[in-house]
């Protein structure tokens, strides 16, 4: 999807991106040999050639934060195929306060198949938060552009958080899906392990200040939810960014509108 992009040019917003996919110009490569184009000046064709092989360049690199710099946050879906190799799947548990009072208590992390579960006073520190970043082009949450994001960076500052990121709660909106994480889990079919399937954010809270109390088995079960958390936005953002192409993406590669995904389900 990322090569098919044309926003990503001054001037080419949705509307101008969809009239090149009809006039058969799906990729940067049509673009580029295409001597010229209907609508779009000669000069104009120049300077966005020469804009299409500086990104062609760039993504030849793996050069995530140029596409991120170069699309608007709600635009950055359409990173995830290119780089899901290097993509971080990131979820918090807190105190229940604000970033000002409280404190990160869990930050759950997902990459490759490969789950690490941070725990404050234990192995969470900036030193580790910093070197998984360093291994991360893309962030994916569910409204972690409001929430974790934000939290992780006031509690740690030196941090560089500024890396694309595709927030599944604004596509899903996008799409027409309403209601948090879990609702929309049970809406296309991602299954829990039924110890956590009726857990939320405040029951996380609790089983913190239980364990904190001497409960070592509540903080075994806050784990298990916070793992859930973060491992279902795989799967989900795969649905995503499948139903986003079929609705934004040209016709070559995207699925009929009308199409219903599979029903998926994960045993954590």
Same mark, same amino acid.
């Given at each position: 999807?990322?090569?098919?992009?044309?926003?990503?040019?001054?001037?080419?917003?949705?509307?101008?991106?969809?009239?090149?996919?009809?006039?058969?110009?799906?990729?940067?490569?049509?673009?580029?040999?295409?001597?010229?184009?209907?609508?779009?000046?000669?000069?104009?064709?120049?300077?966005?050639?020469?804009?299409?092989?500086?990104?062609?360049? %760039?993504?030849?690199?793996?050069?995530?934060?140029?596409?991120? =710099?170069? &699309?608007?946050?709600? !635009?950055?879906? /359409? @990173?995830?195929?290119?780089?899901?190799?290097r993509t971080l799947?990131l979820d918090i548990?807190?105190?229940?306060?604000?970033?000002?009072?409280?404190?990160?208590?869990?930050?759950?992390?997902?990459?490759?198949?490969?789950?690490?579960?941070?725990?404050?006073?234990?192995?969470?520190?900036?030193?580790?938060?910093?070197?998984?970043?360093?291994?991360?082009?893309?962030?994916?949450?569910?409204?972690?552009?409001?929430?974790?994001?934000?939290?992780?960076?006031?509690k740690f500052p030196?941090?560089?958080?500024?890396?694309?990121?595709?927030?599944?709660?604004?596509?899903?909106?996008?799409?027409?899906?309403?209601?948090?994480?879990?609702?929309?889990? %049970?809406?296309?079919?991602?299954?829990?392990?039924?110890?956590? =399937?009726? &857990?939320?954010?405040? !029951?996380?809270? /609790? @089983?913190?200040?239980?364990?904190?109390?001497?409960?070592?088995?509540?903080?075994?079960?806050?784990?298990?939810?916070?793992?859930?958390?973060?491992?279902?936005?795989?799967?989900?953002?795969?649905?995503?960014?499948?139903?986003?192409?079929?609705?934004?993406?040209?016709?070559?590669?995207?699925?009929?509108?009308?199409?219903?995904?599979?029903?998926?389900?994960?045993?954590?």
């Open positions: 999807m990322l090569s098919s992009s044309f926003v990503l040019l001054k001037g080419i917003g949705q509307s101008s991106e969809r009239r090149l996919w009809q006039e058969g110009i799906l990729d940067w490569a049509s673009f580029l040999r295409a001597p010229t184009l209907p609508g779009i000046s000669s000069a104009r064709k120049e300077w966005y050639d020469r804009d299409l092989a500086v990104a062609q360049s %760039r993504l030849e690199e793996g050069d995530a934060q140029f596409f991120g =710099a170069c &699309l608007k946050s709600r !635009e950055h879906w /359409r @990173l995830f195929e290119t780089f899901r190799s799947y548990e807190t105190t229940g306060l604000s970033a000002h009072e409280g404190h990160v208590t869990v930050v759950g992390l997902f990459r490759n198949g490969h789950m690490t579960s941070l725990v404050r006073g234990e192995t969470l520190t900036e030193d580790r938060l910093h070197a998984e970043l360093e291994q991360t082009d893309l962030f994916i949450t569910f409204f972690g552009s409001g929430f974790d994001i934000p939290y992780l960076q006031a030196r941090l560089n958080f500024k890396k694309p990121h595709f927030d599944l709660c604004f596509a899903a909106r996008r799409l027409g899906m309403q209601g948090g994480l879990k609702h929309i889990e %049970r809406e296309v079919q991602i299954a829990r392990d039924t110890d956590v =399937a009726g &857990l939320d954010g405040w !029951e996380a809270v /609790r @089983l913190w200040h239980q364990w904190c109390a001497g409960d070592d088995a509540a903080l075994a079960l806050l784990l298990k939810y916070n793992e859930a958390d973060t491992k279902n936005l795989e799967p989900l953002a795969s649905l995503l960014y499948d139903q986003m192409i079929a609705r934004f993406g040209p016709p070559s590669i995207g699925f009929p509108p009308t199409r219903r995904p599979q029903p998926i389900e994960v045993a954590l």
